[in-house]
């Protein structure tokens, strides 16, 4: 089975704060995804990874930046959080680039920002 | 632009009777779609997905889905509702060529025993 880790579960930041978070899939699978969910909104994506140290911006991608240097490794970083970033943010994978990949999500971490 | 669609914020059914949770879609070309699931304090999983062929697509823990291409409908189904299955759900779908998938905004189920 994928198994698709992150960092935390739930995490505590001051506004202002850089904050990481870090996603590690162990399936060799070329696309990483990170998505926030807020209700009644569903998922947005923020930003998406085709291939290490490639990247492409989401629907959401203003206050975050990305890293992936290697190829089970995807980092979300918010630069200098704000309240309105408190939300639950999940990270996924999948196999390969064509349209009918399913995507492996991971637990989620719900970050709340003070 | 590609969007999903999924009318009811919440399905109420009881445990045995047969649940449908409605989702439609607009995009260009062909749609590839797909069902997810989210448990409480869980994140979401895959359900089953429609690719091409069959229009009726069965999947994990005993969902199936039709696609219709005329309504642009891709409805979630169970012959017979288990308290279990009380969740969150996701219609998703990708096309016309993007690398993004567009989620609805979940459906969430409450069996009643």
């Known amino acids: 089975d994928v198994k698709v880790t992150q960092s935390s579960r739930y995490l505590v930041k001051r506004t202002g704060e850089k904050v990481f978070l870090e996603c590690v899939q162990d399936?060799?699978?070329?696309?990483m995804f990170w998505y926030r969910q807020d209700p009644g909104l569903g998922l947005r994506l923020i930003y998406f990874?085709?291939?290490?140290?490639?990247?492409e911006k989401g629907d959401i991608p203003e206050g975050y930046s990305v890293s992936r240097e290697k190829k089970e490794r995807f980092s979300l970083i918010l630069e200098s959080a704000s309240t309105n970033q408190t939300s639950m943010y999940l990270c996924?994978?999948?196999?390969?680039?064509?349209?009918?990949?399913?995507?492996?999500f991971g637990p989620g971490t719900r970050l709340t920002v003070t | 632009a590609q969007s999903v669609a999924q009318p009811e914020d919440q399905v109420n059914v009881a445990e045995g009777n047969p649940l449908t949770v409605k989702c439609t879609y607009s995009?260009?070309?062909?749609?590839?779609l797909f069902w997810y699931v989210q448990y409480p304090n869980r994140g979401l999983q895959f359900l089953l997905k429609?690719?091409?062929?069959?229009?009726l697509v069965k999947g994990s823990y005993g969902f199936e889905a039709e696609f219709n291409k005329s309504q642009t409908s891709f409805h979630l189904k169970k012959p017979s509702a288990l308290v279990s299955d009380s969740a969150l759900y996701f219609c998703?779908?990708?096309?016309?060529?993007?690398?993004?998938?567009?989620f609805g905004a979940g459906t969430r189920l409450f069996v009643k025993a």
């Open positions: 996924a994978s999948s196999l390969g680039p064509g349209q009918q990949y399913e995507q492996y």
């Open positions: 399936m060799d699978h070329e696309n």
């Open positions: 990874s085709y291939d290490v140290k490639m990247k």
């Open positions: 995009v260009s070309g062909n749609p590839y």
């Open positions: 429609y690719i091409t062929g069959d229009n």
């Open positions: 998703a779908v990708r096309g016309g060529g993007g690398f993004k998938t567009i």
